[in-house]
């Protein structure tokens, strides 16, 4: 019983330690993370505003039209979700993984895999989230201007969301570089995220597809996360929803399971 | 070792204790006990187990038969228990070279749960103990092989552990290097700090052991203190002969044979080497003499103490250096 | 005798040019590049197809539905030659940065080539050519999807293939020069961050710089690949302007030059010492 009530506290504040480690390296190259903020916007202004003019408005699921700026945002909200999760979880970590050596040093002290996973996780997700925070800042203060690309006070869940789709794919990012053997090898991961990027709703409604591959498309992670945070900023919820934060967050904890599993089996032989 | 000493009593205790990767054992039923403040050292050339067993110790590598406990605990079911309480120098350096010399120790210590507050004052005491001081905020990576081992060994003790392992402790480091590393280690023996280490170097093995298992093959060969090993296995003194074969007569063949019938009674053992003969005997110089007498002109003649080296060329027929 | 002469002339000639030190280190990168060649070919054909398919053909519909681009041709074929060059810029200026920073600092492959007869120029003579190669190689692919998309509306526009190999040296030569001169690979996220990807969003690849506020469009002037894009929309949409396209080309070849010139003095600076 005291075993018991001991470990829960650590098996909480562990992970944490690795997050630490993460903040000592980033402090020095705070540029790096920082600037990771600018992307998001510079594809919102590219995308939203000089796309935006030839395309004018489009229809929502449910039929309403709005300007194509308010269409693209969350997408690109969701993307850039995605997109920070996997870098982090595939280039940074395969490389404190097997060039750096950073686990077999941990492995050492009373740190689990488990934990390891967990505060690698958890780092993906705190890095995102300022990246999140700096988009949708952007979009309140563009909406203060005039121009609101948030229709909806359903808005403010678009950060939750956001790290939603930021957890599964940090999950399954992770747990696919954990069976990589060399950098080229990233190149296939790469082949799955570049069409869920240019695919999935993002810069165009799906009903420009076939029915079938519409219904292929609604069940990718990407087009899922898409779905919620666009049904939060233009306030359109439906019942769909509730699949979109279940599909993600299931991904990312089976996701997080088996990099508990292939981690064991890759450091403690 | 006293039989009244049970497992609990030891800080570590393996009995038949095996490590299995698919078919190949690279450990292979070992028997060894390690009790609290002794310098404990496994000797044997590469691929005798060494790193293997110490892995095993380390909790970070499965038992595949056998019993070990550490502390008294079971690797299996207590890792992170036993883990809190060891320090672990690794083969390979492992350090963190996206952190600087300080920051390696701080998280380090923050990984066995430490506050920061202790973390830094121990890191700083520790970088005092290595040396290091004055490297403190500089990256790893230009460090010298000497230091960055240095470092690792004080990244072991931030815990305040009550049992060091050490895999290789000296391994590619320059003479000086060595000895600094050495002095450090035996601070720490006297400090009460349980050493077990592997080594591959014989010097090493007696500088710091005081008692030490030979390994080879995935198994233990031997057992004893330095002078107990040499005491039993070989002789007080070698004498080692080098020959000029281009200047010598009738050498080409059966050299060896020729040269033991002249040897003979004069030496408990002879090895052949290569490059020498290597004859064992309780005076060096007294056989040399002899030798001389019966007409033998060896190109050079060095007469040693005995060291483990011989002891592992004697139960295994090979250097521990190839 | 007499009749073999004019062979080995012939030949002769080819080998004096290719015996140059600076294609020795061309070779070596097309070693390289003999190990990996499938999965080049492999991102150099899916990479313009499914960009194609998702911004020309995908959110094209959306756009032509509209109005459509200024000159009423389809999206697809708008954007199909600006993609072609931009892709190519890409690969370029990737190309003359991390893997550069490999050969000059990390793997150290330039050292030991310089304990050879090859000099600096040599090295960075080889590397412009293998990055050249790889300019073509992409836009040749590129120009075989957009083929098969059928989304040309000239014969001429085989000529975004020279003018993705103009502009993609444009961008490498000054970035090699830059490279040369760093110590670490940090400054290369911000030099993407900060340069390429808003050059790939804003230089009139997905949409005409007219679109964007009048104070940043002169800034697109600047930027090569502005010019580049230009010129091979031009030839593609068979719009061609002599002046204003050999305004485009004299601005392409100034970068280069420039570009060429400082990556000579830096090469010599960090490798000859």
């Excluded at chain 2, 005491?231 to 007080?236: D, F, G, H, M």
Aim: charge should be neutral.
């Amino acid at each position: 019983m005291l075993a018991l009530r001991l470990s829960a506290p650590a098996a909480l504040t562990r992970p944490t330690r690795m997050v630490e480690r993460n903040l000592l390296v980033y402090r020095r190259t705070f540029m790096v993370i920082f600037s990771g903020f600018f992307e998001p916007l510079f594809y919102l202004f590219s995308m939203g505003f000089g796309v935006g003019a030839l395309v004018g408005a489009v229809q929502l699921e449910n039929g309403s039209s709005v300007p194509y700026a308010v269409f693209v945002a969350p997408a690109l909200l969701a993307s850039s979700a995605m997109n920070g999760a996997i870098y982090e979880t595939s280039n940074n970590f395969f490389y404190k993984l097997k060039y750096a050596k950073l686990y077999d040093a941990v492995i050492a002290t009373p740190m689990s895999l488990s934990d390891v996973a967990r505060g690698e996780i958890l780092w993906a997700l705190l890095r995102g989230s300022l990246y999140v925070i700096g988009f949708l800042a952007v979009i309140a203060v563009l909406g203060i201007g005039g121009l609101g690309l948030i229709s909806s006070p359903l808005g403010i869940l678009a950060f939750p969301a956001a790290m939603v789709v930021g957890f599964g794919f940090a999950g399954a990012g992770m747990a696919a570089s954990t069976f990589v053997r060399k950098w080229q090898d990233f190149d296939i991961l790469q082949l799955a995220i570049m069409p869920m990027f240019l695919f999935s709703g993002t810069f165009y409604p799906i009903t420009a597809y076939p029915p079938a591959l519409q219904v292929f498309v609604q069940c990718t992670p990407l087009y899922r996360g898409v779905h919620l945070i666009r049904a939060l900023t233009t306030g359109t919820p439906d019942v769909w929803m509730v699949a979109d934060v279940v599909y993600l967050v299931v991904m990312g904890l089976i996701g997080l399971a088996i990099v508990s599993k292939r981690l064991n089996r890759l450091l403690l032989a | 070792m006293p039989d009244s000493l049970s497992s609990q009593d030891y800080v570590i205790h393996a009995r038949g204790l095996t490590k299995r990767f698919g078919a190949f054992a690279a450990v292979d039923g070992v028997d060894f006990d390690v009790a609290a403040g002794e310098a404990f050292g496994f000797l044997g050339p590469n691929g005798a187990g060494k790193t293997s067993t110490m892995r095993m110790i380390g909790t970070v590598s499965p038992v595949t038969a056998g019993t070990l406990t550490v502390f008294g605990l079971d690797p299996a079911h207590h890792g992170a228990q036993i883990r809190s309480r060891l320090g672990v120098v690794p083969q390979a350096d492992t350090l963190d070279n996206e952190l600087s010399v300080l920051e390696n120790l701080l998280i380090y210590g923050r990984y066995f749960g430490l506050p920061w507050r202790e973390a830094r004052r121990r890191a700083g005491e520790l970088l005092d103990f290595v040396q290091l001081t004055e490297r403190s905020g500089d990256q790893v990576e230009p460090l010298s092989g000497g230091m960055k081992r240095r470092l690792v060994i004080a990244r072991a003790l931030i815990n305040e552990p009550s049992l060091l392992l050490l895999d290789e402790p000296t391994t590619g480091l320059d003479p000086q290097a060595r000895h600094l590393l050495w002095d450090r280690l035996y601070r720490l023996k006297q400090r009460g700090v349980t050493l077990c280490l592997t080594t591959h170097y014989m010097d090493e093995a007696e500088q710091l052991c005081d008692r030490l298992v030979v390994m080879d093959k995935a198994k233990i060969v031997a057992e004893g203190s330095p002078r107990q090993l040499i005491e039993r296995y070989v002789t007080r003194e070698v004498l080692e002969l080098r020959f000029n074969r281009e200047a010598g007569a009738g050498e080409a063949t059966g050299e060896g044979v020729n040269l033991d019938s002249q040897l003979e009674g004069l030496a408990d053992r002879i090895e052949h080497l290569p490059d020498r003969l290597l004859v064992y005997t309780a005076d060096g110089d007294a056989t040399a003499a002899a030798a001389f007498e019966r007409g033998l002109r060896p190109a050079s003649i060095l007469v040693r103490r005995s060291s483990l080296e011989d002891v592992f060329l004697r139960l295994t027929g090979r250097s521990l250096v190839e | 005798m007499t009749a073999g002469a004019p062979v080995a002339a012939r030949r002769g000639l080819l080998v004096g040019l290719t015996s140059h030190p600076s294609f020795r280190f061309l070779e070596h990168d097309l070693l390289v590049f003999r190990r990996g060649w499938h999965s080049y070919i492999l991102s150099g054909l899916s990479q313009p197809f499914l960009y194609l398919l998702s911004m020309g053909i995908g959110l094209g519909y959306y756009v032509n539905r509209n109005g459509g681009v200024p000159g009423g041709v389809p999206y697809l074929n708008y954007i199909a030659p600006a993609l072609l060059v931009t892709q190519a810029m890409m690969a370029a200026s990737a190309e003359s940065a991390w893997p550069l920073m490999n050969k000059i600092a990390w793997d150290k492959t330039y050292l030991a080539a310089l304990n050879t007869p090859l000099g600096a120029t040599n090295l960075l003579a080889g590397d412009l050519m293998w990055i050249a190669f790889r300019a073509v190689l992409i836009s040749v692919l590129f120009f075989a999807v957009i083929l098969l998309f059928g989304a040309v509306s000239s014969p001429l526009a085989i000529l975004a293939i020279p003018i993705a190999l103009l502009t993609a040296i444009s961008f490498a030569a000054p970035i090699m020069a830059f490279t040369a001169t760093q110590k670490t690979d940090q400054p290369f996220n911000m030099l993407f961050r900060f340069g390429i990807t808003p050059l790939f969003l804003f230089s009139g690849t997905f949409f005409p710089i007219d679109n964007l506020p009048l104070f940043v469009r002169p800034l697109a002037w600047f930027t090569p690949l502005y010019h580049g894009v230009s010129l091979a929309r031009s030839f593609s949409l068979g719009q061609v302007d002599p002046v204003a396209d050999l305004i485009h080309v004299a601005v392409l070849c100034g970068f280069v030059a420039a570009g060429l010139v400082a990556a000579r003095i830096t090469f010599r600076r960090r490798l000859e010492v």
